[in-house]
């Protein structure tokens, strides 16, 4: 995350001194030449000088996207996105999709009150997100102490909702968190209760020493089996105009009804639910034929926040939904 912060800003320096350069020097900006010299310029400073030894930082592309330009930075298995202006004076390290916001801002609030789901002598949980959602985020910061609290007394499955609006990072993601379900489930909550709070896969993977070999052949296979890169580079086989699908989970999304991240799914029926630790053990734990010693305990009330990081927010229930 240290480099991330000092490449965001360094990144900052080296491309609006460049941009300035070629500006004042020609008194335009934006030609092909100038654009592969801020990138050549860039890049070589930042391996030079701002991360570890053997880190090979690249910078991918420079793409022009609403009156400015838009620029994706490579480092290891992150990407960093940060946006310039077009006369090369003003750098921006991110931007808020007023597009998205406003999507989140028209979808129906769930209700306050949690419903009751069916009961089990083992209830099964699902939880469908999308894994760079802000409130796919927020409801796994809610459920996962209750996970932790009930452990093997439930049947926790974390899916996926079937389209991607994040990118090519959010693809990469979902599939290594599928493969770290599949293949080492004991790994799961520890390797998600560190990434929710930084969004850093490999400091992530390192910290809960998941095997990073057999978790490429894993991605590798999936990736494969489901065509997930393959869909995601022909828009001829996407199902909305504005977001490639990804399909591990797709029967399950079609039958539950699956609209957003996060959507909830307990003993097989859809429910709504604040999204703090104690309301959802309560949901939970409603739905046991008999409940454990555990659903005694209590748990925070405060809603986490959306999106990385720790703290709280607002109880909203708002989804990433398409």
Same mark, same amino acid.
């Given at each position: 995350?240290?480099?991330?912060?000092?490449?965001?800003?360094?990144?900052?320096?080296?491309?609006?001194?460049?941009?300035?350069y070629?500006?004042?020097t020609n008194?335009?900006f934006?030609?092909a030449?100038?654009?592969?010299?801020?990138?050549?310029?860039?890049?070589?400073?930042?391996?030079?000088?701002?991360?570890?030894?053997?880190?090979?930082?690249?910078?991918?592309?420079?793409?022009?996207?609403?009156?400015v330009?838009?620029i994706y930075v490579?480092?290891?298995?992150?990407?960093?996105?940060?946006?310039?202006?077009?006369?090369g004076?003003?750098f921006?390290p991110?931007?808020?999709?007023?597009?998205?916001?406003?999507?989140a801002?028209q979808?129906p609030?769930?209700?306050?009150t949690?419903?009751n789901?069916?009961?089990?002598?083992?209830?099964?949980?699902?939880?469908?997100?999308?894994?760079?959602?802000?409130?796919?985020?927020?409801?796994?910061?809610?459920?996962?102490?209750?996970?932790d609290?009930?452990?093997s007394?439930?049947?926790?499955?974390?899916?996926f909702?079937?389209?991607?609006?994040?990118?090519?990072?959010?693809?990469?993601?979902?599939?290594?968190?599928?493969?770290?379900?599949?293949?080492?489930?004991g790994k799961?909550?520890?390797?998600?209760s560190?990434?929710?709070?930084?969004g850093d896969?490999t400091?992530?993977?390192?910290?809960?020493?998941?095997?990073? $070999? =057999?978790?490429?052949?894993?991605? &590798?296979q999936?990736?494969?089996?489901?065509? /997930?890169k *393959?869909? !995601?580079a022909d828009?001829?086989?996407?199902?909305?105009?504005?977001?490639?699908?990804?399909?591990?989970?797709q029967?399950?999304?079609?039958?539950?009804?699956?609209?957003?991240?996060?959507?909830?799914v307990?003993?097989?029926?859809?429910v709504n639910?604040s999204?703090?630790?104690?309301?959802?053990?309560?949901?939970?734990? $409603? =739905?046991?034929?008999e409940?454990? &010693?555990?659903c005694?305990?209590k748990?925070? /009330?405060s *809603?986490? !926040?959306a999106?990385?990081?720790?703290?709280?927010?607002s109880?909203a229930?708002?989804?990433?939904e398409?």
């Open positions: 995350m240290q480099d991330k912060k000092i490449i965001a800003i360094s990144l900052a320096l080296v491309t609006i001194m460049a941009g300035a070629f500006y004042s008194g335009k934006g030609s030449a100038q654009m592969e010299a801020i990138k050549a310029k860039a890049e070589k400073f930042i391996n030079a000088n701002l991360v570890s030894p053997g880190t090979d930082a690249k910078i991918k592309s420079i793409t022009e996207e609403s009156g330009y838009k490579s480092v290891g298995t992150q990407e960093i996105v940060s946006y310039l202006s077009k006369d004076k003003e921006f991110q931007v808020i999709s007023m597009e998205e916001a406003a999507q801002s979808t609030s769930a209700q306050n949690n419903q789901a069916p009961k089990s002598d083992k209830p099964s949980v699902e939880l469908f997100v999308m894994s760079y959602c802000p409130y796919g985020l927020q409801a796994e910061k809610g459920i996962l102490p209750v996970v609290l009930l452990e007394k439930i049947d926790f499955q974390l899916k909702v079937d389209y991607a609006m994040h990118g090519d990072k959010e693809i990469d993601e979902n599939l290594r968190q599928y493969c770290i379900q599949k293949d080492a489930p799961l909550n520890a390797y998600l560190c990434f929710i709070k930084q896969a400091a992530c993977l390192a910290a809960t020493k998941i095997d990073s $070999s =057999a978790l490429a052949s894993c991605v &590798s999936t990736d494969a089996e489901f065509k /997930i *393959a869909k !995601a828009k001829s086989q996407w199902r909305t105009d504005q977001f490639p699908p990804f399909d591990i989970y029967a399950d999304n079609a039958k539950f009804g699956v609209q957003g991240s996060p959507t909830l307990i003993n097989g029926t859809t639910a999204r703090d630790p104690q309301s959802l053990l309560n949901l939970v734990c $409603s =739905a046991f034929n409940q454990p &010693s555990e005694q305990q748990l925070s /009330i *809603a986490p !926040a999106g990385f990081g720790e703290g709280t927010g109880a229930t708002t989804q990433c398409n």
